[in-house]
């Protein structure tokens, strides 16, 4: 057990719909990534957070996706008007400062778009 | 993009054998990191070299790394029906993100 936790582990959702996924890391866990991975796939960077500064966004990250951490801990992931090819398993992972990037990973939220 | 490879895709063996599985990537690393998947779940982090290492043993692993080649294995000795999962190699650079590989998956038969 990471430590990190993914809410909710499934979502089912309408084309068109708005969803919102949680993360909620450990507390030493300063940075906090977001990843997607299609079946078949290692998972893809999305963006990552330093407390709660967003550092970095992928290209893949278009604008019907925006990612949060309040207060540098949980984080949500929002993906606006879905479309099928967002379907995808939802990562997150925490990481502590000190270490050497070693990356804890949450379970995941499996978006399926119909 | 992945900007990795591992190598084979698939691997299947029996209990007890050895288990190599390869990987190569493109960009310059700081550090490299295995991680396993099992179907359907998170990943775990099970061994991390840093790009100044060439060997480094964690249990019955044993990871390699070729700087000059861009490339890594990982040995699992001894394997066992529970590491029939995904392996899969990450390489962070300057920037702090993990690029993954597309993954082995591995089968690990009785």
């Known amino acids: 057990d990471t430590g990190v936790s993914q809410d909710p582990r499934h979502k089912i959702t309408k084309r068109g719909q708005n969803v919102t996924f949680r993360c909620d890391p450990i507390s030493e866990h300063n940075r906090l990534y977001w990843y997607r991975q299609t079946l078949g796939q290692g998972p893809e960077f999305l963006t990552y957070f330093q407390n709660e500064a967003q550092l970095e966004k992928s290209r893949l990250l278009s604008d019907r996706f925006s990612a949060e951490r309040p207060k540098g801990s949980f984080s949500t992931l929002e993906i606006q008007r879905t479309e099928q090819g967002d379907s995808a398993m939802y990562l997150c992972a925490g990481v502590r400062t000190s270490g050497y990037n070693e990356q804890f990973f949450g379970p995941g939220t499996r978006l399926t778009v119909l | 993009s992945q900007q990795g490879e591992e190598d084979p895709q698939a691997l299947s063996i029996q209990e007890g054998e050895n288990a190599t599985m390869n990987c190569s990537y493109k960009?310059?690393?700081?550090?490299l990191q295995w991680y396993r998947q099992n179907s359907g779940r998170g990943l775990v982090h099970l061994i991390l070299i840093r790009s100044n290492e060439r060997e480094k043993h964690s249990g019955r692993l044993r990871v390699t790394l070729d700087t000059s080649k861009k490339s890594s294995s990982l040995l699992i000795t001894a394997s066992r029906a529970a590491d029939t999962a995904s392996y899969f190699c990450?390489?962070?650079?300057?920037?702090?993100?993990?690029?993954f590989g597309t993954g082995t998956r591995l089968q690990v038969t009785l």
């Open positions: 990450a390489g962070t650079g300057t920037a702090s993100k993990l690029t």
């Open positions: 960009t310059s690393i700081n550090n």
